[in-house]
């Protein structure tokens, strides 16, 4: 099955909480976001993005590269049906929520289909849903910080592209590894056995990936990703502390990842927690979001 995210703009809270609207909404996707997309996802749905024509307005062009995303069959503009934004809502919507609650709609709109597994994929450092579309499920969250090289802006697409179709296999071995890393443990009669084979998969892969990499002439920035799945993992909490320390010494067994810059600031992070969640979206998601973001180290 294809596996899809949908991405959108980003809302940070001036007071770091999740109440009110108080903050900065960024339409732009970074172009080293947008890269990390293509690479590690068969496809992007960027509707949200293009509420009241953002990409040509007086804010700014946003994002002129997803028309050729869309040209190639990697992106879609596939907007959800009228007013489910408002139905998620509960009310009608200030024109400042709609890119908001579009990205929550076509969730829900593209999750419907038996063709392709879709994801939120934010590039601030916590999920951020509105507050009348969402309820709160303990979530696990698998992170590794600063550990992904990805082309830079100043790469041209058509070169990530190239590298895309021609690394395709070393790009979803990683993905698929992180993705089933929840599910592996959970399902496994020795959890901390399992985990152990985790690890060394994810350590491969990882060294597989930062050697590919370098084709790229050293024109990367190291990112952070957080996978978010509702898969509820609490009755494993015991395990947790033990699981960390396992996962964090995988960046000193990739010195490859030392000569590309990563350096002593990459981590891995497990954790649970609870977070605001999609209300109109099943109880158990093992791929419900991505956040990227490399602004603050992992505690």
């Known amino acids: ?66 028309d050729l995303l869309k040209a190639e069959g990697l ?34 709109h593209l999750n419907k289909s038996n063709d392709c597994e879709w994801s939120l994929f934010q590039t601030q450092s916590e999920v951020f849903i509105p507050k009348e579309a969402s309820i709160i499920r303990a979530t696990t969250e698998f992170s590794l910080f600063n550990m992904l090289p990805i082309p830079a802006s100043v790469v041209p697409l058509e070169d990530v592209l190239s590298f895309r179709e021609k690394r395709q296999p070393e790009l979803l071995a990683l993905r698929d590894v992180i993705d089933s890393f929840t599910a592996r443990i959970c399902s496994a009669e020795d959890m901390v056995k399992e985990a ?20 790229l002439d050293q024109n990367v920035v190291f990112k952070s990703i957080t996978k978010v799945a509702t898969d509820e993992f609490v009755a494993l909490s015991g395990l947790l502390g033990a699981l960390t320390t396992l996962f964090t010494g995988i960046p000193a067994s990739i010195p490859s990842m030392l000569t590309l810059g990563a350096g002593a600031a990459a981590s891995v992070k497990l954790a649970i927690k609870d977070t605001p969640t999609c209300a109109q979206l099943p109880d158990s998601l093992k791929n419900y979001a991505y956040l990227l973001s490399a602004q603050r180290e992992l505690v």
């Open 1 to 66: 099955m294809r596996r899809g995210v949908v991405v959108g703009p980003t809302f940070i809270h001036s007071s770091g909480t999740q109440e009110g609207y108080h903050g900065d909404l960024h339409y732009k996707l970074g172009l080293d976001s947008l890269r990390f997309a293509v690479l590690f996802w068969d496809i992007i749905d960027f509707s949200a993005l293009e509420n009241f024509m953002m990409r040509d307005s007086f804010l700014g062009p946003s994002n002129p590269e997803l």
């Open 75 to 108: 992106a879609i503009n596939d907007k959800p049906p009228a007013g489910l934004d408002v139905e998620l809502a509960g009310r009608g919507l200030y024109i400042q929520e709609i890119p908001l609650y579009s990205q929550l709609a076509s969730l829900v």
């Open 196 to 215: 152990e084979k985790v690890k060394s998969t994810l350590e491969r892969e990882l060294e597989n990936y930062s050697k590919v990499v370098k084709e």
